[in-house]
C-alpha cells in the first residue's frame, strides 16, 4: 500500500469523512505519473536508455535507472538534474550516466547533493564500476560519491514522504538486479525475468505493472511466451512492457494486444491500466484501449 508520512500533529477532524479529508490533504501527492524517458535494451540505441521518472504534479521526483542516454534525455525534458535517482542494478546501459551527472554536479555551480538510492547489494559493484576510478579530477580534490547523498536501502525507503518497497528480481545473477513498488499505484520490474511470485506479493490490488519484455526471452530477461506462460490475464492486462530490442519488436509485441511503452509517453497512475486489444488499420498492427477509470482505493485508506 502507499504510505504517506502525516505531521506528528495532525489531527482529524472527527466530523469530516476520513477518507476524503485525507484525499484532500495529501491531493498534489496524488498526482504521479511515470513518465520514460527511453525504453530499449543496451543494443537498442535509438530507443533510449531505458529509465522512467516519477513525477509528482508535473514535477520531476525520481529518476529510475541512468544509462548513457538518460541525463540528455531528462535534461531535455526538464530543463534541470534530477533531485534523486533510484538503482535497479550496474549494467552500463542502467548506470552509465551516472558518470556524467558526477561530473556536473562535481564541475557545476554548488547544489545540495543528489539523493541516490541504492539497494545494499549493489553498492560494492557500484565502487568497483565507478568509484574506484583514479582521479576522477585531473586536478584532484573531489571522490565521486562526494556529490551524492548516498542512500543504501533493503526492502524499503522513502522519498518525498511515500514509502517504496524494493524486492530482488531474476537477472543475471542472485541478488544483483532489483525492482521498485509503489504498493498500490504501480510495480516497475527492473531487468528479469518472470518474476509471478513478486507481482502476487507487490502488484495485487490493480497497480500498474511497468515489465521488462522483449520478443524472445534469454537467460537475464523476459521474453514474449514468459508472459503468456508465467501470468495470469489480469496480470497482463495491466502490464506495459519496456526493455524490448528493436522498433520493430516494440510494434509486434503490440500487434500481439499488449501494451507497450515509448519513449517520452507518461503514464498517469490514478488511472487503471486499460484492456488492449490489436486491431488492424490501413494494413498497419495498432492498439485499441478502453475508457480509462480511477483508481479511488488503490492509496491504501
Not at 541512468?66 to 549494467?91: E, K, N, Q, S, V
Request: glycine share 6%; with cysteine.
Amino acid at each position: 500500500m502507499v504510505s504517506y508520512a502525516f505531521p506528528a500533529r495532525l489531527q482529524i477532524p472527527p466530523q469530516r469523512d476520513e477518507r476524503a479529508y485525507r484525499r484532500k490533504l495529501f491531493q498534489p501527492m496524488m498526482d504521479l505519473a511515470l513518465n520514460f524517458l527511453g525504453v530499449g535494451n543496451a543494443r537498442a540505441l535509438s530507443l533510449g536508455s531505458s529509465a522512467a521518472v516519477l513525477e509528482m504534479a508535473g514535477a520531476p521526483e525520481l529518476l529510475i535507472d541512468c544509462g548513457p542516454a538518460t541525463l540528455d534525455a531528462f535534461t531535455a525534458t526538464y530543463r534541470r538534474l534530477p533531485p534523486a535517482l533510484f538503482i535497479t542494478h550496474a549494467h552500463l546501459d542502467h548506470i552509465g550516466g551516472l558518470e556524467g551527472l558526477y561530473y556536473k554536479l562535481a564541475t557545476g555551480p554548488a547544489t545540495a547533493p543528489v539523493k541516490l538510492y541504492v539497494p545494499v547489494p549493489l553498492l560494492p559493484t557500484l565502487q568497483r564500476r565507478l568509484a574506484d576510478y583514479p582521479n576522477l579530477l585531473a586536478e584532484g580534490g573531489s571522490n565521486f560519491w562526494d556529490v551524492f547523498q548516498l542512500v543504501p536501502v533493503s526492502e524499503s525507503f522513502w522519498h518525498r514522504q511515500l514509502q517504496f518497497s524494493v524486492f530482488p528480481v531474476r537477472h543475471h545473477q542472485h541478488l544483483s538486479a532489483f525492482g521498485l513498488a509503489l504498493e498500490g499505484l504501480f510495480l516497475f520490474s527492473g531487468d528479469t525475468r518472470p518474476i509471478p511470485e513478486i507481482l502476487n506479493r507487490y502488484a495485487a490490488r490493480g497497480e500498474w505493472i511497468f515489465h521488462d519484455c522483449a520478443l524472445r526471452s534469454n537467460p537475464s530477461h523476459t521474453g514474449l511466451e514468459d508472459l503468456r506462460r508465467e501470468y495470469k490475464p489480469e496480470q497482463l492486462v495491466r502490464m506495459v512492457l519496456y526493455h524490448y530490442e528493436s522498433p520493430e519488436a516494440g510494434t509486434e509485441l503490440a500487434a500481439q494486444g499488449l501494451r507497450i511503452a515509448r519513449s517520452g509517453e507518461r503514464f498517469a497512475l490514478e488511472q487503471r491500466p486499460r484492456r488492449m486489444a490489436p486491431v488492424v488499420q490501413d494494413g498497419h498492427d495498432e492498439t485499441a484501449a478502453a475508457a480509462p477509470s480511477s483508481l479511488p482505493d488503490a492509496v491504501g485508506w
